[in-house]
Protein backbone atom coordinates (compact mmCIF):
# COMPACT_ATOMS: atom_id res chain seq x y z
CA UNK A 1 0.00 0.00 0.00
CA UNK A 2 2.88 2.41 0.96
CA UNK A 3 4.05 2.13 -2.46
CA UNK A 4 0.96 2.40 -4.30
CA UNK A 5 0.36 5.94 -2.41
CA UNK A 6 3.93 6.58 -3.00
CA UNK A 7 3.54 6.38 -6.98
CA UNK A 8 0.27 8.28 -6.70
CA UNK A 9 2.32 11.14 -5.14
CA UNK A 10 4.59 11.42 -8.04
CA UNK A 11 2.25 11.25 -10.65
CA UNK A 12 0.50 13.94 -8.79
CA UNK A 13 3.57 15.70 -8.74
CA UNK A 14 4.75 15.09 -12.10
CA UNK A 15 1.56 16.01 -13.62
CA UNK A 16 1.05 19.66 -11.82
CA UNK A 17 4.75 20.72 -11.38
CA UNK A 18 6.66 23.47 -13.30
CA UNK A 19 10.47 23.69 -12.66
CA UNK A 20 11.98 27.04 -13.19
CA UNK A 21 15.37 27.38 -14.70
CA UNK A 22 16.99 30.75 -15.16
CA UNK A 23 19.32 31.03 -18.20
CA UNK A 24 21.84 34.36 -18.27
CA UNK A 25 23.82 35.32 -21.09
CA UNK A 26 26.57 38.21 -20.18
CA UNK A 27 28.48 38.17 -23.52
CA UNK A 28 31.58 37.59 -21.87
CA UNK A 29 32.33 34.48 -23.32
CA UNK A 30 30.55 35.00 -26.74
CA UNK A 31 32.71 36.06 -29.86
CA UNK A 32 31.90 38.66 -31.41
CA UNK A 33 29.57 37.72 -34.39
CA UNK A 34 30.55 40.60 -37.15
CA UNK A 35 26.88 39.20 -38.42
CA UNK A 36 23.44 40.36 -38.62
CA UNK A 37 21.93 37.39 -36.74
CA UNK A 38 23.74 34.96 -34.41
CA UNK A 39 22.89 32.41 -31.71
CA UNK A 40 24.06 31.96 -28.22
CA UNK A 41 22.31 28.54 -26.78
CA UNK A 42 18.61 28.75 -27.49
CA UNK A 43 18.27 32.47 -28.58
CA UNK A 44 18.66 33.88 -31.70
CA UNK A 45 19.77 37.77 -31.30
CA UNK A 46 19.08 39.65 -34.99
CA UNK A 47 19.28 43.24 -35.81
CA UNK A 48 16.03 44.03 -37.69
CA UNK A 49 17.84 46.23 -39.79
CA UNK A 50 20.46 43.94 -41.99
CA UNK A 51 21.39 46.33 -44.14
CA UNK A 52 23.26 47.92 -41.19
CA UNK A 53 26.25 47.65 -39.08
CA UNK A 54 26.76 43.83 -37.71
CA UNK A 55 25.81 43.24 -34.43
CA UNK A 56 28.98 43.56 -31.99
CA UNK A 57 29.60 41.86 -29.02
CA UNK A 58 32.67 43.96 -26.79
CA UNK A 59 33.50 45.64 -24.14
CA UNK A 60 32.22 49.51 -24.59
CA UNK A 61 33.39 50.62 -21.11
CA UNK A 62 31.05 51.91 -18.87
CA UNK A 63 28.08 51.40 -21.42
CA UNK A 64 28.29 47.17 -20.57
CA UNK A 65 29.11 45.07 -18.01
CA UNK A 66 32.51 44.36 -19.40
CA UNK A 67 31.43 42.27 -22.90
CA UNK A 68 27.88 43.33 -23.95
CA UNK A 69 26.08 43.55 -27.38
CA UNK A 70 25.67 46.26 -29.15
CA UNK A 71 23.24 47.38 -32.24
CA UNK A 72 24.87 49.58 -34.33
CA UNK A 73 23.64 52.38 -36.25
CA UNK A 74 21.46 55.43 -35.01
CA UNK A 75 18.32 54.61 -36.48
CA UNK A 76 15.40 52.60 -36.43
CA UNK A 77 16.36 49.35 -35.81
CA UNK A 78 15.41 46.93 -33.12
CA UNK A 79 17.08 44.00 -31.70
CA UNK A 80 15.12 40.77 -32.08
CA UNK A 81 15.20 38.04 -29.92
CA UNK A 82 14.00 34.44 -31.17
CA UNK A 83 13.67 31.66 -28.91
CA UNK A 84 13.68 27.75 -29.04
CA UNK A 85 11.43 27.42 -26.37
CA UNK A 86 8.43 28.91 -24.75
CA UNK A 87 9.18 31.58 -21.35
CA UNK A 88 7.65 33.88 -19.33
CA UNK A 89 10.54 36.39 -17.72
CA UNK A 90 12.98 38.90 -19.33
CA UNK A 91 15.41 40.84 -17.90
CA UNK A 92 18.39 43.08 -19.77
CA UNK A 93 20.70 45.79 -18.48
CA UNK A 94 20.96 48.71 -20.66
CA UNK A 95 23.34 51.73 -20.45
CA UNK A 96 23.78 53.34 -23.97
CA UNK A 97 21.65 56.17 -23.03
CA UNK A 98 23.84 59.34 -24.33
CA UNK A 99 22.52 62.57 -23.06
CA UNK A 100 24.14 64.06 -25.82
CA UNK A 101 21.88 62.27 -28.15
CA UNK A 102 17.85 61.50 -28.50
CA UNK A 103 15.19 62.62 -26.68
CA UNK A 104 15.90 63.57 -22.71
CA UNK A 105 12.75 61.64 -22.24
CA UNK A 106 13.44 58.47 -24.50
CA UNK A 107 12.65 54.84 -23.67
CA UNK A 108 14.27 51.38 -23.77
CA UNK A 109 11.42 49.31 -24.90
CA UNK A 110 10.74 45.65 -24.44
CA UNK A 111 8.12 44.23 -27.10
CA UNK A 112 7.19 40.25 -25.74
CA UNK A 113 5.51 37.84 -28.54
CA UNK A 114 4.20 34.52 -28.53
CA UNK A 115 3.93 32.97 -31.69
CA UNK A 116 3.41 36.47 -33.45
CA UNK A 117 0.77 37.93 -30.82
CA UNK A 118 1.89 40.51 -28.43
CA UNK A 119 1.74 39.65 -25.09
CA UNK A 120 3.52 42.32 -23.04
CA UNK A 121 5.07 45.57 -23.79
CA UNK A 122 6.93 47.08 -21.45
CA UNK A 123 9.14 50.26 -21.47
CA UNK A 124 11.54 52.43 -19.16
CA UNK A 125 12.81 55.80 -18.96
CA UNK A 126 16.50 56.20 -19.46
CA UNK A 127 17.90 57.88 -16.99
CA UNK A 128 20.30 59.53 -19.79
CA UNK A 129 23.79 59.20 -17.98
CA UNK A 130 25.44 56.90 -20.49
CA UNK A 131 26.24 54.40 -17.91
CA UNK A 132 25.05 50.60 -17.69
CA UNK A 133 22.71 50.97 -14.65
CA UNK A 134 19.33 50.28 -15.52
CA UNK A 135 17.45 47.28 -15.89
CA UNK A 136 14.23 46.46 -18.14
CA UNK A 137 12.11 42.90 -17.36
CA UNK A 138 9.12 41.84 -18.53
CA UNK A 139 6.95 38.71 -17.71
CA UNK A 140 4.34 37.37 -20.06
CA UNK A 141 4.69 34.01 -21.86
CA UNK A 142 6.65 34.65 -25.11
CA UNK A 143 9.05 32.71 -27.66
CA UNK A 144 9.71 35.86 -29.62
CA UNK A 145 11.23 39.35 -28.17
CA UNK A 146 11.77 42.83 -29.44
CA UNK A 147 14.61 46.01 -27.66
CA UNK A 148 15.01 49.14 -28.84
CA UNK A 149 14.99 52.15 -27.88
CA UNK A 150 12.02 54.84 -29.22
CA UNK A 151 14.90 57.96 -29.70
CA UNK A 152 16.69 55.73 -32.22
CA UNK A 153 19.95 55.27 -30.13
CA UNK A 154 22.48 52.35 -30.80
CA UNK A 155 21.02 49.12 -28.53
CA UNK A 156 23.41 48.24 -25.83
CA UNK A 157 22.51 45.37 -23.53
CA UNK A 158 23.61 43.04 -21.21
CA UNK A 159 22.84 40.00 -18.23
CA UNK A 160 20.37 38.96 -20.37
CA UNK A 161 17.71 36.71 -17.75
CA UNK A 162 15.39 34.11 -19.51
CA UNK A 163 13.56 31.60 -17.58
CA UNK A 164 10.14 30.13 -17.26
CA UNK A 165 8.95 29.90 -13.67
CA UNK A 166 5.39 32.09 -13.00
CA UNK A 167 3.26 29.85 -15.40
CA UNK A 168 1.20 27.01 -13.06
CA UNK A 169 1.26 24.12 -16.03
CA UNK A 170 -2.73 22.69 -16.83
CA UNK A 171 -2.63 19.22 -17.13
CA UNK A 172 -3.48 17.59 -20.56
CA UNK A 173 -7.08 15.58 -20.25
CA UNK A 174 -5.00 12.66 -20.87
CA UNK A 175 -3.13 13.51 -17.88
CA UNK A 176 -5.93 13.57 -15.30
CA UNK A 177 -7.59 10.58 -16.78
CA UNK A 178 -4.52 8.88 -16.14
CA UNK A 179 -4.41 10.38 -12.54
CA UNK A 180 -7.97 9.52 -12.06
CA UNK A 181 -7.42 5.87 -13.01
CA UNK A 182 -4.06 5.65 -10.94
CA UNK A 183 -6.16 6.72 -7.88
CA UNK A 184 -9.22 4.77 -8.77
CA UNK A 185 -6.97 1.45 -8.83
CA UNK A 186 -5.20 2.33 -5.62
CA UNK A 187 -8.25 2.87 -3.91
CA UNK A 188 -10.01 -0.48 -5.30
CA UNK A 189 -6.55 -2.28 -4.28
CA UNK A 190 -6.83 -0.83 -0.73
CA UNK A 191 -10.77 -2.20 -0.57
CA UNK A 192 -9.59 -5.68 -1.89
CA UNK A 193 -7.60 -5.81 0.70
CA UNK A 194 -8.98 -4.67 3.89
CA UNK A 195 -11.96 -6.95 2.86
Not at 28 to 42: A, H, I, L, N
Not at 65 to 83: I, M, Y
Not at 152 to 177: C, F, H, T
Amino acid sequence: MKYLSHLAAIMFAATFSNAASAVMIDFESVPSPGTSSFTVGDVTFTDSMPAGTALQVADFGHQSDGRGLGVFGDDASRLQLTFAGIYDFLSFDFGNDNPGFGDPFGQMHLDLYLDGMLTGAFALTANWDDIMNQTLTGTGLFNYAEIYYDTNLIEVIDNLEYRLDGVVAVPEPSSLMLLAMALAGIGFTSRRRNS
